[in-house]
């Protein structure tokens, strides 16, 4: 007896195998490359900001912090110290004694010094009343010369604040045309008196000269 297989009815494949066929679909096989690349790019990341990635293949290195430096200039002063010498000039000659005195000028200006005359005198700086002594001016300029030409003193005598007799000479040191005469009665009258000159030269350098004295 002959038994005859009946052929499957072609266009059906067998359930088992459609049962197991889904993972060979080309759409799906053609997926996992690019799943595999997102999924390792973005390890990648990751690990680059975790710092774990050599900085030369870091694709995302991790945050920089920058921080603020500040620079400080320092300045320093220098402070100088000037001391100042103060010269003495020596003074021109000239006597200070119980006939006279002598007022000291600064530089540029004269210096000056007055003598009385000894008549009628009766103390150190004191003169009997009614005498007339007379009296001279010396003057140096601020070198030391001794001036008489185109030097004019004018005198001025006093009693307390009462001015007795005031005269205007022509020269220095001459006798005849610089001294004080003193007037007969200039000295009559018993007090404390004071003898000013003033000068003044051609070159305009100008002085005073003061002495004071007693009359008895």
Known sequence: MVQTKTPAPA????????QYAWHRHPALI??????????????TVVLGQNDVLPNAINPAPPPTTVLATSTVTATTTATSTVTNTVTETPTAPGSTGPTGSTTQAAPGALTITIKIGTGGKIGPT????G??????????DDTGR????????????????TTVQSIRGT????????MFN??????K????????????TDGGAKGTGVTDFKVS
């Open 11 to 18: 266009g059906k494949p067998d359930d088992g195998r459609r």
């Open 30 to 43: 053609a997926a996992i490359p690019a799943v595999f690349t997102l999924i390792g790019g973005i390890l």
């Open 126 to 129: 004191e003169w009997r009343a």
């Open 131 to 140: 005498s007339t002594p007379g009296a001279i001016a010396d003057v140096f």
């Open 146 to 161: 001794q001036l008489d030409n185109g030097c004019y003193p004018t005198w001025t005598l006093k009693r307390g604040s």
């Open 171 to 178: 020269a220095c040191q001459s006798h005849s045309f610089g």
């Open 182 to 187: 003193f007037r007969s009665d200039a000295l």
């Open 189 to 200: 009258t018993p007090g404390n008196y004071r003898l000013s000159v003033a000068v003044v």
